[in-house]
């Protein structure tokens, strides 16, 4: 079983950066293809960006592309997700979560095993 632990979030103006990071612990972290979801307020949580298992595919959310970028660093166990050019729409809590069935690539937050607290990204106008 896998424990993760975001970070990074904060408050940021329209047009601003942000860095978020999760750590892994408790597994094999080459195991888990990881992803990147965000719940706003009163909304559903979705699916940001989905990195394979050592980093040669990764799938965005349409809202993000180009903007966002996630990597991932086996060696520390760290997914990162750089948020570049931030809209008051990204505000979110965001979750980085872990997925150990790789095979097929997921976008629903129910399909995905083990997930992180979240970390408040707020981005004002």
């Known amino acids: 079983q896998v424990h993760l632990v975001e970070s990074g979030g904060g408050l940021v103006q329209a047009g601003g950066s942000l860095r978020l990071s999760c750590a892994a612990s408790?597994?094999?972290?080459?195991?888990?293809?990881m992803a990147w979801f965000r719940q706003a307020p009163g909304k559903d949580r979705e699916f940001v960006v989905r990195i394979s298992r050592y980093g040669g595919s990764t799938n965005y959310a349409d809202s993000v592309k180009g903007r966002f970028t996630i990597s991932r660093d086996n060696a520390k166990n760290t997914v990162y997700l750089q948020m570049n050019t931030l809209k008051p729409e990204d505000t979110a809590v965001y979750y980085c979560?872990?997925?150990?069935?790789?095979?097929?690539?997921?976008?629903?937050?129910?399909?995905?095993?083990?997930w992180g607290q979240g970390t408040q990204v707020t981005v004002s106008s």
């Open positions: 408790g597994g094999t972290f080459s195991n888990y293809a």
């Open positions: 979560a872990a997925d150990g069935d790789t095979a097929i690539v997921k976008f629903r937050w129910y399909e995905y095993n083990y």
